[in-house]
């Protein structure tokens, strides 16, 4: 907690003083409550790895989550914004605390070699017969939310509040927090207090959690742009206007934002990930499409990065004089999650006394996206935080030869189950614990202290 505390004044720094001792009352989960929360979140595991769902098409998955829930007494609502669900266990007055979990699954082909591998194939929304993986390993928070939802119904003296569980939708397309807003999640249930949600991830061996404060994770923004020319013949050029050629000098002059007009020290990233124009060697097509994904964390440098595509797309199709503007069209996107750093402060030190200290890394942020930021943007201070999910040998084994682990979306991703499922479970039950331990009054008083520059 320390680092941040010079920000806040000798006043607040009571005033945390005294809401870090109302909260420290509350336990972690003991190993015997993991025990007998396990064996059950191990086998839904088992289960949702075999048969996992692309996003969007959850049914079977959001299913058993919501039969698994509604079994330990929550009050389940589901198809909430396609197949998401929420689940309540109302427990006396207090702070409702939410926490999320995804549904999807990825079209990767396994090749973990795993008795339990997913050898599911389905068409996807385009027809194409394509193989589906758990790759992201959200099977595995949904089984740790399952865990922890046994925990808390179980020791209801241990908390006071709502506890409203989310099991959300196509994260992988970052398209499902904002069909829940959408569908009217904020005004159906019960306002979240405060936002929880983890990732497993090999960037930590499993036993251990990774905390950020502030920015956890990048903004993103898929933008699809198509360049008019006037095609002709190859040995032709003078009749033509070859929209290769403008896309070329457009690819360079986009390379330009980041060295020249983004601050330097300031993240950004913009990367054309693919081309696609023509037909012939000796035809000059009409048109090239790019496809690209901007990554940035504050909000201005956004703003200045997608104002700067703009501006040079059109600029380069003028200079060439282009027989009509490109079009420019933004078909996917999300802000950057931001780990309220008040919230973030305290958790740390929660998770800290539940799994030892040792167990809690300090994390950097993430160039990665995650549309957790949806809830974050409708004003719900939040704290999103890694789980360990790498063999502790294999993860000493990469450090010592600087060789990488299998990261999330790979054929190869496979986290060691048993060991992240537990820790996970438990630094929910902590975190959970913790807050549902507060007033919704303290909560507000902690969370809004000013956002980081
Ligand atoms: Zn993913
Ligand atoms: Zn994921």
């Known amino acids: 907690m320390t680092p941040a505390l010079h920000k806040f004044g000798i006043a607040s720094l009571f005033l945390l003083a005294t809401l870090t001792l109302s909260a420290g009352a509350q336990t972690p989960a003991t190993s015997q409550e993991v025990d007998s929360a ?71 082909e396994e090749k973990t070699g795993l008795a339990y591998a997913s050898k599911v194939h389905v068409k996807d929304d385009s027809g194409l017969e394509v193989p589906v ?96 020319g006037k095609g002709g013949h190859g040995a032709a050029p003078q009749f033509t206007i070859d929209p290769v050629v403008i896309a070329a000098r457009t690819v360079i002059a986009l390379q330009t934002i980041v060295s020249r007009e983004v601050k330097p020290g300031e993240v950004a990233v913009v990367t054309v990930g693919y081309i696609h124009a023509g037909t012939k060697n000796n035809i000059i097509p009409d048109q090239v499409e790019l496809g690209l994904t901007v990554r940035t964390y504050k909000p201005e440098v956004r703003k200045k990065v997608l104002a700067a595509i703009t501006r040079i797309t059109n600029a380069e199709a003028q200079a060439a004089g282009a027989p009509r503007a490109p079009s420019i069209e933004s078909y996917e996107s999300t802000d950057a999650v931001y780990n309220n750093p008040a919230l973030a402060s305290r ?26 930021a949806y809830f974050i943007g409708a004003g719900i201070p939040s704290f999103y935080f890694g789980l360990g999910g790498a063999d502790p040998a294999k993860f000493a084994q990469a450090a010592s030869t600087g060789e990488a682990l299998p990261y999330n979306h790979s054929p190869l991703f496979a986290p060691d189950v048993e060991p992240a499922l537990r820790t996970g479970i438990s630094a929910e039950v902590a975190v959970l614990r913790n807050l549902l331990s507060s007033s919704p009054q303290d909560l507000h008083t902690l969370t809004q202290q000013p956002r980081q520059p």
């Open 38 to 108: 396990y064996p059950e979140a191990h086998a839904l595991y088992l289960d949702l790895h075999q048969h996992p769902e692309l996003s969007s098409h959850e049914t079977q998955t959001a299913a058993k989550l919501a039969n698994g829930l509604r079994g330990l007494g929550y009050d389940v609502t589901e198809h909430v914004g396609g197949t998401g669900i929420v689940a309540l266990l109302k427990n006396g007055p207090g702070p409702t605390i939410m926490l999320r979990t995804e549904l999807d699954a990825l079209p990767v």
């Open 133 to 228: 993986m758990h790759a992201c390993g959200h099977d595995l928070h949904m089984s740790a939310l399952l865990g922890t939802a046994a925990i808390m119904a179980h020791s209801k003296d241990s908390w006071h509040g709502t506890l409203l569980l989310v099991g959300q939708p196509a994260e992988e397309t970052i398209s499902g927090a904002k069909k829940m807003l959408e569908d009217g999640f904020l005004q159906r249930f019960p306002r979240p207090d405060v936002a929880v949600a983890l990732h497993v991830d090999n960037q930590a061996p499993a036993g251990k959690v990774q905390v950020t404060s502030g920015y956890h994770s990048a903004s993103a923004d898929s933008i699809r742009i198509t360049i008019f």
């Open 347 to 372: 958790l740390q030190s929660t998770l800290a006394s539940a799994l030892g200290a040792d167990n809690v890394v300090v994390a950097e942020p993430l160039v990665a996206s995650e549309d957790f």
